[in-house]
């Protein structure tokens, strides 16, 4: 891929003003916001593959942090925070976020860089704070029973900690004395700030600390959870007591508040399973979401890792962590989606009914036990859906329903064992109250993998903004669809999901957003790699590798407590798409068994071969290519090397796809005993089964 393929900025500054001037007429302010995940170019330990912590991923995320800083957010302050915490986990995962203000500004003004913090520094530092906040002098020393190494700057010497008993109501600041018998930290990893003990506390006594960590002559300073206008006044006290003290550097710590006013840039680096994961700014344009996605992938880069990683096929594939994409507004008070119910339900019909969107940009491992399930893949009828739209539209536009969207969607967007946080379309950070971060006023797209250049995830962000301004003022009230067997035997396979996205492109181009075809071709051929080309004048086949709806196997509870998702990953799945000649003079067959093709209409053919509508002649091919200890049918036997041979009345070429190679190759020919067509696990399909005997 040269760059100059990557060039697509008339074309989509055109799309993208189209964009803007739908939303502006309809007096909506709408926000992307992304999800990109990074790894090494050689990514080696669990924290890269499978585990979301490490030794070497913060050092990486504080890489990047710093990296960051230094070109595109230069008066940011860095904050080291609890993140995300999952059943199983003893501890929240860490999380590091880069705040300034929207306009450029700093929340803090420059400390000076004075970095070594004395006993008597910090003693006056404790003083000044209580001056300053205009608080009883509660502060109190708690010992540490273990060395931790993951909270400070510096390890390797025993801290020195100090907490207050801090809250903010009716405009004051509120210090509260630590019964006496709260004095040491809990034995576990992490910041002292989540080690108090605060469980020893009374309940009238607001469980919130403002904390400080000295290790060596390194300090952190922890705040406590706030909402916005607090957090900031309590930054501003801080610095002013940092400098009254002649203090410079530290590190900040605690829990960022919501940006309630839509005034701050926030970029969050996140420890995730075998990824590194960066929280792009919620962003006011696409042009806004562009620049940050080259911003964070450029300093990435920097720092060694990148956004795809080599498939142990050979083929570059995905990070394997997603590239989510988030809808919502600036503020909650100017959520475009509460007054809009009607325009919900018109994007989950349309993104229902066109399987593309689905899957054609997700990772290689899609279906009902992925992790961004479609909605006709959790259980829920088609029955369902339709009632619960039909709900949705029938509310009068123009008042707050976020509750009755919720309501209507809520229990619908999961995955089958009901978790909503798996879902194709994700509501958890919409409306809902029982989560911490649930009340969000956000859409989530999970079904989108990271892409190899930033270009490309720019292009899809473009294109689900074109689809959202389009069924704004042209809604999709078409009903449900039902595809049935199709949706797996059909939509799995590329030359049907291009000819799906062909008609969505083409929806989209009547209505003036005018995307260029050839940058979503570019990414479906990355997407589904060509395993074997074979021309013969007019005749051609084109073989890809396409996707497999991986089954679960179990939910496996491992040593930390934490639950894994075991899939069976053996089964792959080819396509063979050929021209009308190559069907009228050869035939495949594979292990000697006759491969049949059938005719489908399309409306674009893969590149190769014509770009007019028209048909092709298709067939899927499932095959077992590694043997598991774990899997759904461990008596069936593997079907590698894969011996695949095409046949005419003059000649027969072998080729055979092994372990060692990621495409066909040419081979000797084999014998094969005679044998009955591959067949398809119901008639119809497109797919065979090399697994279902003659």
């Given at each position: 891929?040269?760059?100059?393929?990557?060039?697509?900025?008339?074309?989509?500054?055109?799309?993208?003003?189209?964009?803007?001037?739908?939303?502006?007429?309809?007096?909506?302010?709408?926000?992307?916001?992304?999800?990109?995940?990074?790894?090494?170019?050689?990514?080696?330990?669990?924290?890269?593959?499978h585990a979301a912590i490490g030794p070497?991923?913060?050092?990486?995320?504080?890489?990047?942090?710093?990296?960051?800083?230094?070109?595109?957010?230069?008066?940011?302050?860095?904050?080291?925070?609890?993140?995300?915490?999952y059943p199983g986990e003893v501890n929240p995962r860490w999380a590091i976020w880069l705040v300034q203000e929207r306009h450029g500004g700093s929340l803090l003004p420059p400390l000076g860089d004075q970095g070594i913090v004395s006993t008597p520094a910090l003693a006056m530092l404790r003083r000044e704070v209580v001056k300053r906040l205009q608080v009883e002098d509660s502060w109190r020393r708690f010992s540490d029973g273990?060395?931790?190494?993951?909270?400070?700057?510096?390890?390797?010497?025993?801290?020195?900690?100090?907490?207050?008993?801090?809250?903010?109501a009716d405009g004051r600041w509120l210090a509260n004395g630590w019964p006496d018998d709260a004095s040491r930290l809990t034995n576990t990893d992490g910041p002292a700030g989540l080690r108090?003990?605060?469980?020893?506390?009374?309940?009238?006594?607001?469980?919130?600390?403002?904390?400080?960590?000295?290790?060596?002559?390194?300090?952190?300073?922890?705040?406590?959870?706030?909402?916005q206008d607090s957090f900031c006044e309590l930054l501003t006290h801080i610095a002013a007591a940092l400098r009254g003290a002649g203090i410079g550097m530290v590190e900040w710590q605690g829990v960022i508040p919501a940006d309630e006013a839509g005034r701050w840039t926030t970029i969050g680096l996140t420890a995730d399973p075998g990824v590194l994961e960066i929280?792009?700014?919620?962003?006011?344009?696409?042009?806004?979401?562009?620049?940050?996605?080259?911003?964070?992938?450029?300093?990435?880069?920097?720092?060694?890792?990148?956004?795809?990683?080599?498939?142990?096929?050979?083929?570059?594939e995905d990070t394997g962590g997603g590239s989510h994409l988030l809808w919502g507004g600036p503020t909650l008070s100017a959520n475009p989606f509460f007054s809009r119910p009607g325009w919900v339900a018109s994007i989950l019909r349309y993104w229902q009914r066109h399987p593309a969107l689905s899957y054609l940009f997700a990772g290689k491992f899609v279906g009902p036990h992925s992790q961004?399930?479609?909605?006709?893949?959790?259980?829920?009828?088609?029955?369902?859906?339709?009632?619960?739209?039909?709900?949705?539209?029938?509310?009068?536009?123009?008042?707050?329903?976020?509750?009755?969207?919720?309501?209507?969607?809520?229990?619908?967007?999961?995955?089958?064992?009901?978790?909503?946080?798996?879902?194709?379309?994700?509501?958890?950070?919409?409306?809902?109250?029982?989560?911490?971060?649930?009340?969000?006023?956000?859409?989530?797209?999970?079904?989108?993998?990271?892409?190899?250049?930033?270009?490309?995830?720019?292009?899809?962000?473009?294109?689900?903004?074109?689809?959202?301004?389009?069924?704004?003022?042209?809604?999709?009230r078409q009903p449900v669809r039902h595809f049935g067997r199709t949706l797996h035997d059909r939509y799995l396979l590329p030359t049907p999901l291009w000819d799906d996205l062909a008609t969505v492109l083409a929806d989209l181009h009547g209505a003036g957003?005018?995307?260029?075809?050839?940058?979503?071709?570019?990414?479906?051929?990355?997407?589904?790699?060509?395993?074997?080309?074979?021309?013969?004048?007019?005749?051609?086949?084109?073989?890809?590798?396409?996707?497999?709806?991986?089954?679960?196997?179990?939910?496996?509870?491992?040593?930390?407590?934490?639950?894994?998702?075991?899939?069976?990953?053996?089964?792959?799945?080819?396509?063979?798409?050929?021209?009308?000649?190559?069907?009228?003079r050869f035939r495949i067959e594979v292990f000697g068994r006759p491969l049949p093709l059938a005719c489908v209409p399309v409306q674009c053919l893969p590149p190769g071969m014509s770009l007019r509508s028209g048909t092709c002649w298709l067939a899927g091919l499932r095959y077992r290519r590694t043997s598991l200890v774990r899997s759904l049918h461990p008596g069936i036997p593997v079907n590698m090397p894969l011996v695949l041979e095409i046949i005419s009345t003059t000649q027969r070429q072998a080729f055979v796809l092994s372990e060692?190679?990621?495409?066909?190759?040419?081979?000797?020919?084999?014998?094969?005993?005679?044998?009955?067509?591959?067949?398809?696990?119901?008639?119809?399909?497109?797919?065979?089964?090399?697994?279902m005997n003659d």
């Amino acid at each position: 891929m040269t760059p100059a393929s990557l060039n697509n900025a008339p074309c989509a500054a055109a799309a993208a003003a189209r964009v803007a001037h739908v939303f502006e007429r309809h007096e909506i302010r709408f926000t992307i916001g992304g999800e990109p995940t990074f790894v090494p170019a050689t990514p080696v330990g669990d924290e890269w593959q499978h585990a979301a912590i490490g030794p070497t991923k913060l050092a990486k995320a504080r890489a990047v942090a710093a990296r960051l800083r230094e070109t595109s957010m230069p008066k940011a302050v860095e904050f080291f925070a609890p993140g995300k915490r999952y059943p199983g986990e003893v501890n929240p995962r860490w999380a590091i976020w880069l705040v300034q203000e929207r306009h450029g500004g700093s929340l803090l003004p420059p400390l000076g860089d004075q970095g070594i913090v004395s006993t008597p520094a910090l003693a006056m530092l404790r003083r000044e704070v209580v001056k300053r906040l205009q608080v009883e002098d509660s502060w109190r020393r708690f010992s540490d029973g273990i060395e931790n190494t993951g909270a400070a700057l510096t390890a390797n010497s025993q801290p020195e900690v100090w907490a207050l008993l801090l809250d903010h109501a009716d405009g004051r600041w509120l210090a509260n004395g630590w019964p006496d018998d709260a004095s040491r930290l809990t034995n576990t990893d992490g910041p002292a700030g989540l080690r108090l003990p605060l469980d020893r506390l009374s309940d009238d006594v607001p469980r919130r600390a403002l904390v400080l960590e000295r290790r060596g002559e390194c300090l952190s300073v922890f705040l406590p959870p706030l909402l916005q206008d607090s957090f900031c006044e309590l930054l501003t006290h801080i610095a002013a007591a940092l400098r009254g003290a002649g203090i410079g550097m530290v590190e900040w710590q605690g829990v960022i508040p919501a940006d309630e006013a839509g005034r701050w840039t926030t970029i969050g680096l996140t420890a995730d399973p075998g990824v590194l994961e960066i929280n792009l700014p919620a962003c006011f344009s696409w042009h806004e979401y562009d620049h940050w996605l080259h911003a964070v992938t450029s300093a990435a880069a920097t720092c060694g890792l990148r956004p795809w990683r080599e498939s142990e096929h050979g083929f570059p594939e995905d990070t394997g962590g997603g590239s989510h994409l988030l809808w919502g507004g600036p503020t909650l008070s100017a959520n475009p989606f509460f007054s809009r119910p009607g325009w919900v339900a018109s994007i989950l019909r349309y993104w229902q009914r066109h399987p593309a969107l689905s899957y054609l940009f997700a990772g290689k491992f899609v279906g009902p036990h992925s992790q961004a399930p479609r909605a006709d893949e959790s259980g829920a009828t088609h029955h369902d859906l339709e009632w619960a739209w039909r709900c949705l539209e029938a509310l009068p536009p123009g008042q707050d329903h976020r509750h009755a969207i919720n309501a209507a969607v809520r229990f619908l967007q999961t995955d089958v064992a009901a978790n909503s946080h798996r879902s194709e379309i994700c509501f958890d950070k919409f409306w809902t109250s029982d989560s911490p971060a649930g009340t969000a006023g956000l859409i989530e797209f999970r079904a989108l993998a990271s892409w190899p250049h930033a270009a490309w995830s720019s292009d899809v962000a473009l294109l689900w903004s074109a689809l959202a301004a389009w069924l704004l003022e042209h809604p999709c009230r078409q009903p449900v669809r039902h595809f049935g067997r199709t949706l797996h035997d059909r939509y799995l396979l590329p030359t049907p999901l291009w000819d799906d996205l062909a008609t969505v492109l083409a929806d989209l181009h009547g209505a003036g957003f005018r995307l260029d075809p050839q940058r979503y071709r570019s990414m479906w051929d990355w997407r589904f790699p060509t395993l074997l080309e074979f021309t013969d004048a007019d005749a051609a086949l084109t073989i890809r590798q396409a996707s497999e709806a991986w089954p679960l196997i179990e939910n496996a509870v491992g040593t930390s407590g934490a639950t894994s998702r075991l899939v069976d990953t053996s089964l792959h799945r080819l396509e063979c798409v050929a021209t009308a000649p190559f069907r009228e003079r050869f035939r495949i067959e594979v292990f000697g068994r006759p491969l049949p093709l059938a005719c489908v209409p399309v409306q674009c053919l893969p590149p190769g071969m014509s770009l007019r509508s028209g048909t092709c002649w298709l067939a899927g091919l499932r095959y077992r290519r590694t043997s598991l200890v774990r899997s759904l049918h461990p008596g069936i036997p593997v079907n590698m090397p894969l011996v695949l041979e095409i046949i005419s009345t003059t000649q027969r070429q072998a080729f055979v796809l092994s372990e060692r190679s990621p495409v066909f190759e040419p081979c000797e020919r084999r014998s094969f005993v005679p044998r009955s067509p591959c067949r398809p696990l119901a008639a119809g399909d497109l797919t065979c089964d090399l697994r279902m005997n003659d």
